[in-house]
């Protein structure tokens, strides 16, 4: 089984960048699907973007859309996130999760999950 672990958060100003990663233990990510979620308290994880590895294909979220890109870089078996022109509504738990789901965007359809990196974005 694939595990994951999430970095690169922190405090960031509005307007500004950030570049989440996600790193494979093991054998990498094989042909599984890598996704970003994320969570603020008291409300559901939120689909933000997807990457198969198989196709290399990207897929965003409505959060995400022309803000964020999501990329896979095979040899360092690391999935990143760039977070460009974030917002204070940006501001939550980034989590990356690892499966072969059929919806990307339903959180229970996937198996491994990191243990999240936070995100703050100020006013």
């Known amino acids: 089984q694939v595990q994951n672990i999430e970095s690169g958060g922190g405090l960031v100003q509005a307007g500004g960048s950030l570049r989440l990663s996600c790193s494979a233990s093991?054998?990498?990510?094989?042909?599984?699907?890598i996704g970003w979620f994320r969570q603020t308290p008291g409300k559901e994880r939120e689909f933000v973007a997807a990457?198969?590895?198989?196709?290399?294909?990207?897929y965003y979220g409505d959060v995400a859309k022309g803000r964020f890109t999501i990329a896979m870089d095979n040899a360092k078996n690391t999935v990143y996130l760039q977070m460009n022109s974030l917002k204070p509504e940006d501001t939550a738990v980034y989590y990356c999760?690892?499966?072969?789901?059929?919806?990307?965007?339903?959180?229970?359809?996937?198996?491994?999950w990191g243990q999240g990196t936070q995100v703050t974005v100020s006013s």
């Open positions: 999760a690892v499966g072969s789901p059929e919806h990307l965007a339903i959180q229970g359809e996937y198996d491994s």
């Open positions: 093991g054998r990498g990510f094989g042909s599984y699907t």
């Open positions: 990457i198969r590895s198989s196709s290399n294909s990207p």
